[in-house]
Structures are given as structure tokens and as C-alpha cells.
């Protein structure tokens, strides 16, 4: 899990008692993504959940998978507007910032 402007990695940890990893496939909502056993510095393009899921094939054509769902959170809309002021006088913030979903803290 993560925030939407993060880069996320993906490492396949996967293990052959008496064999090696051949072939992997990453797949996110169903759609292929990579072909590499690791996946490094990926980006989504939008907030949600997403489901991942990785495929293995050892070298004796043995394949198994895993699935995993991810939430991506999104990024807050800073913002914010002040009184007019002047040099050496207290003025007013008023935070404007929002956020598609959840809520701000802090």
C-alpha cells in the first residue's frame, strides 16, 4: 500500500526445492504489466485498489500463482488563502486543502 505519486517495486520471492524460476508474469486488474522476475519504480495512474497477481513457471513447467490486493491513496490538493497583510502584522491562514478520499490529519 501507498500513496498515488509513489513508486512502488514488486519482488517475486519465490522459491524450487530441487529447481529454478523460469518464466514470470506480473499482472495488475488482469492486465500484464511485466515479464521480469522484479518489477522496480512502478507508478499507477490513479487512486484505488488494485488487485496483483504473480505467475511462476519453474524449469520443470511446475506454475503456480499468487494474488495480493494493493490500495493506492491519493495525494492531497494543497491549498490555501490569507488576509491581505503587512511587514511585522499577524494575519490569517485559512488551509483550503483537500483530498479525494479519506480524510486529513495532522
Not at 498515488?4 to 499482472?27: A, I, K, P, Y
Request: proline letters at 2%; one cysteine or more.
Amino acid at each position: 500500500d501507498g500513496c498515488l505519486d509513489e513508486e512502488f517495486d514488486f519482488l517475486d520471492e519465490t522459491t524450487v526445492l530441487g529447481g529454478t524460476t523460469e518464466n514470470w508474469m506480473w499482472m495488475l486488474d488482469g492486465q500484464i504489466i511485466s515479464g521480469d522476475q522484479n518489477v522496480e519504480g512502478f507508478l499507477f495512474n490513479d487512486w484505488g485498489t488494485y488487485d496483483l497477481q504473480l505467475m511462476v513457471e519453474s524449469n520443470e513447467g511446475c506454475v503456480d500463482s499468487l494474488a495480493q490486493s494493493i490500495d493506492v491513496f491519493p495525494m492531497p490538493e494543497l491549498d490555501f488563502e490569507t488576509d491581505d497583510f503587512c511587514a511585522d502584522v499577524l494575519t490569517n491562514l485559512s488551509n483550503l486543502t483537500t483530498i479525494d478520499d479519506g480524510q486529513i490529519t495532522g
